[in-house]
């Protein structure tokens, strides 16, 4: 008996946190400006480069379609990289970054309910802790891991590999939320179910092995028929 649920393991950017647009997009333009570069990454265009996961390896990989090679287009997205997380960093910590509407709501719910809560994401940690202290306070998730300390990004699945090592739970007792194909491959990869939170650049992704997709979060707090509410509830007798 007792409910399958044991965690739910949540996506930052895009998920919990409206963070690419205003923020990761902004903070990638103030360091290509602060370092004379004249690139600056529209909306439509950032969106097309979120295909690559990882803010340096997305770096890295513009930089050689304008022409870096390999090596110099490796070396200047470490550089502007480290430039461009001190800057998301500051808009971490100073509020900038917002809540997706319905996050707070759901993680509350689920913490009343004595689901352990945990954060798998490719971001790095020098603004994935502030931003989430900032939006949900410091001891919420008992478990985050990040893009820093993992040897693959999204979608493979060692993040999720990692938190449920950390965790000390089977991939069948842990539910996964994500935003994007990336971080639904992730959490497939790991074995977790996922559901998916679409937003403005992932809505028109393939979500093909979703257990389930919302345009919002105050969608999958209302289906008492979706894998996560069924997954809250007690096993029924067995059959
Ligand atoms: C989304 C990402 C991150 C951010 C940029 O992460 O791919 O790389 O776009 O952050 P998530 P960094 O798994 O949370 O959706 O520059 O720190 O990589
Ligand atoms: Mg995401």
Redesign the pocket.
Known sequence: MGERWKAVVF?????LADS?RDG?RVAFNAAFAAHGLPYRWDVAEYGRL?AV????RRLAAFLESQGYDAPAAACLAALL?RD??ERMRALAGGGEICPRPGARELLAELAAAGITLAVA????RA?VEPLLSRLFGSDLFAVVVT?SEIPAL?PDPAVYREVLGRLGLPAARALAIE??RN?LRAALGAGLECVVITNEYTRDQDFSGAAAVYPEFASCLADQDGPLAAGLRPAGPAS
């Open positions: 996506d930052v950017d895009g998920t690419e990761h979120l996961t990882g803010g340096r990289h461009k997380t994401t490719t971001g790095t603004w893009g999204k935003d994007s971080g």
